[in-house]
């Protein structure tokens, strides 16, 4: 499984992006998919993460009603749609996939698959 993650760039605070994650696995729809983030010396982080259908997403105290995650199975892609931006927010984001993960799991950096990240940076 190869992942490839885009969208990244320089926004203002309070500005949007749009980051895709596209997958090149014929089973996209079998995979749990995460976004990750890690600010320069700090740890890597779960930001959001979505299960197989969609039916369920998983998001982080420091994004919720502010990111989005999303799929399009059709299209092996998920994306995580970022609104009201703060400087805080700036790191490389990582989309991450694995088949086994459960509910509980889904924060965890316990994926299989990581794609090769995107760099998003706050101005403020």
């Known amino acids: 499984v190869q992942l490839q993650a885009s969208g990244g760039g320089l926004v203002q605070a309070g500005g949007s992006l749009r980051l895709s994650c596209a997958a090149s696995v014929r089973t996209f729809s079998s995979y749990v998919v995460g976004w990750f983030r890690q600010a320069p010396g700090k740890e890597r982080e779960s930001v959001a993460a979505?299960?197989?259908?969609?039916?369920?997403?998983y998001y982080a105290d420091s994004v919720k009603g502010r990111f989005t995650i999303s799929r399009d199975n059709a299209k092996n892609t998920v994306y995580l749609q970022m609104n009201s931006f703060q400087p805080e927010d700036t790191a490389v984001y990582y989309c991450?996939?694995?088949?086994?993960?459960?509910?509980?799991?889904?924060?965890?950096?316990?994926?299989?698959?990581w794609g090769q990240g995107t760099q998003v940076t706050v101005s403020s």
């Open positions: 991450a996939a694995d088949p086994d993960l459960s509910g509980s799991s889904y924060a965890e950096r316990r994926y299989d698959y």
């Open positions: 979505i299960s197989r259908g969609g039916g369920f997403t």
